[in-house]
């Protein structure tokens, strides 16, 4: 890859519930509020996709379902999401009818996705995105709701516990092995712990690590409402916990889930070459970057949780984003 690629990753996107019937009236561009032109610059544009895309199927029984209008597939397109993880615990939250609704809506969006499919073979394939010769890759599984763990005659999400003793987190590692020799730049994500706590928990950063040997170039980590440190790993990126992006959620003072990033990557020669984090916050069922009086407090707790990482980090006044170190 001789030329500068710019790789942007966002966490949880969910546009079920109070955002779904926002979009009844409203236009696909508005659950982005004024971020748009910063996501639009990115060669890749990647999401965590936390419902279903569908006019159909039944709810599961769980506390939380999330659908979305098969229409608001335009959210996506409008901001340019060409690559979304459905491995999530929000997948099959309306069957298997409505995840292969979601499935072909995306393929029809030209928008590539991994982490769920018909089978275990698809939901296990790697995500490919081609742009002026250079390729980038995506491999997505989640350690929740293993019942809907996809086999080869059952539709479902790629289940993969997070234990490098367990059989199937060995597959994972050896399926970036091979991904890696496919593409120019390989992301693995993974819907992973816990919906709360700011710091990797037991064995992600273990994990992450392996990952990373085996040939991923950025650990792509959500599922935790809020944010978590990144960590620069062998020259990769780790991002351990994207937080949300757009949702309809009640808002913890405490921890503070309507405060997230866009993440921005850079890549040239096979290496990362420049991160940068960008604050938002959501209001009103939409997403903005965060003013400077409350953009700086956000990226100060962040470089807290770097530094118990080890990672450097410096904000640039100019670019209202906290870049890090190499």
Not at 48 to 72: I, M, Q
Not at 202 to 220: C, K, M, N, S, T
Not at 257 to 275: C, I, P, Q, T, Y
Not at 293 to 305: D, H, I, K, N
């Amino acid at each position: 890859m001789q030329r500068i690629m710019r790789l942007l990753l966002i966490g949880d996107v969910m546009l079920g519930r109070g955002v779904n019937e926002r979009l009844s009236a409203a236009p696909p561009e508005r659950p982005w509020g004024n971020t748009l032109a910063l996501i639009r610059e990115a060669d890749v544009r990647i999401c965590n996709l936390e419902c279903v895309l569908s006019d159909g199927g039944a709810p599961a029984r769980k506390e939380f379902t999330f659908r979305s209008d098969a229409k608001n597939v335009e959210v996506l397109k409008t901001a340019g999401i060409n690559l979304v993880s459905l491995a999530n615990n929000h997948s099959l939250d309306y069957g298997t009818e409505a995840l292969a609704d979601t499935l072909g809506i995306l393929d029809f969006a030209g928008i590539a996705h991994a982490g769920a499919g018909g089978d275990s073979a698809e939901a296990q394939a790697l995500a490919q995105v081609r742009l002026d010769g250079a390729s980038t890759g995506m491999l997505s599984a989640t350690d929740s709701e293993p019942g809907w763990e996809a086999r080869a005659d059952k539709p479902g999400t790629w289940f993969v516990p997070i234990s490098l003793d367990e059989p199937r987190a060995q597959r994972l590692l050896a399926r970036v092995r091979a991904g890696k020799r496919e593409v120019d730049a390989l992301i693995v994500s993974l819907h992973w712990g816990a919906n709360r706590g700011c710091r990797p928990e037991a064995r992600h950063r273990e994990f992450a690590h392996a990952l990373v040997d085996a040939g991923a170039d950025i650990v792509f980590g959500h599922s935790s409402h809020v944010f978590r440190g990144v960590e620069l790993y062998a020259g990769r990126l780790i991002i351990f916990g994207a937080g949300d992006f757009i949702d309809d959620y009640a808002v913890d003072e405490a921890e503070r889930n309507d405060e997230s990033f866009v993440f921005s990557a850079e890549m040239g020669d096979g290496l990362v070459a420049r991160v940068r984090l960008y604050p938002v916050v959501i209001e009103e069922l939409a997403t903005r970057l965060a003013e400077a009086s409350r953009a700086r407090p956000v990226a100060a707790r962040m470089e807290t949780l770097c530094r118990e990482l080890g990672t450097a980090t410096e904000w640039i006044e100019r670019e209202g984003a906290l870049e890090v170190r190499f």
